[in-house]
């Protein structure tokens, strides 16, 4: 009589503990929501259930759980195995990152790598490289669009004062510490360009090029603390505009800068030495033979100098920059000045209202002996700090 009274209880027992994890165990769609937001061990068992049923997204996720220990004890065995099921189908290729959900535009990317074999590890990296968007390209210098850039003169051979400025540039960190001192290699380019838009036939009037590789070492605690500088760096720098006979201008520097920091204001300041270049024949100076090798511009020096300052500025979210050269010679004193304001679009982190002010030589490569007033107006993409 008790036998039959305990199968009845165990029977109710059985079926409501089912009914309870029936409630308790959310759907495969919550679930991937959930383990974008790191809920590992709460959707655990979703994942296992579908990744044992075939489905291929399933058992990559359980894999990466494996081989992380997200949720469950870390067991490379398993990872393996659950790797090996989920290749060759499998799209979501790349190993994400557990501090950054996938979003729609990885997801995309994942999708069209779905055919890779992953079950050899160094595949498996060398994909998840396509797709994890650490490919590393930075931006150094300030990208900026000013639709709109006046010039208070016009420019030899063109018609209009107003013109479109563009400037592109950016950064590869190639090594760290190589040689132990904490100390980062990089190569840099930017490209500057001016289009006569508002003409009829458009041209671009001017473009410079300055590719670059320096060496950046940060300073000790000491000398950080006790003069406020974060670094040195030194490098080599090529500028030119890519013009031919009598508009080629071009030149090969070696640059040291420091960078200070007070709070909220940045300073960068360059000095650099001019690699020599032969000078070109007395026909080309005489118009007779402008295909001649040699020094374009023998006398950039005179106003651009041996250096400039560079000052950023930030107040709340706006920025303000000033730079400063100058050839500091009594006589014959030739420099320029540039002043720039940037503020934020909105609520966009990274796209700002840009104005851009600039009185002296230099304002590109072809008009560096020629003194220009200019102020434009658009955004920039990037705002840094030196």
Known sequence: MKICKIIPLLLLFAFGSTNIYAETLIDYSEALKLYKTHHYTKVFPVILREAKEGNKEAQYLLAYMYENGYGIQKDTTKALHWYKEASSTFKYIAKQDANSPIDEEEEALQYVYEKFDLSNPYVKKEVSKLTDKKFGILPYKTNYLLPLSYSSKKYPGYEKNTEIEFQISMLKNLTYNLFGFNEIISVAY??????????????????????????????????????????????????????????????????????????????????????????????????????????????????????????????????????IRNNLRTSQNKGSIAFTLSRPVNNFDTVYWYIKYFNGYDESLIDYNRDISKIGFGISLYRGLF
């Open 190 to 323: 930017t490209q500057k360009s001016f289009w006569q838009a508002y003409s009829k036939s458009a041209p671009f009037r001017e473009t410079n090029y300055e590719p670059e590789i320096f060496i950046t070492f940060p300073t000790s605690h000491y000398i950080d603390t006790q003069s406020h500088i974060k670094a040195f760096q030194f490098g080599f720098n090529h500028q030119s505009n890519g013009q031919g006979k009598y508009k080629s201008r071009s030149w090969n520097r070696l640059i040291f800068s420091t960078l200070w920091q007070w709070k909220n204001l940045f300073l960068k300041a360059r000095l650099w030495y001019r690699i020599p270049e032969s000078k070109k024949s007395e026909a080309f100076y005489n118009g007779k033979d402008p295909d001649a090798k040699g020094d374009d511009n023998p006398d950039i020096e005179k106003y651009l100098g041996y250096g400039d300052v560079n000052f950023k500025y930030l107040y709340k979210e706006n920025q303000f920059g000033l730079k």
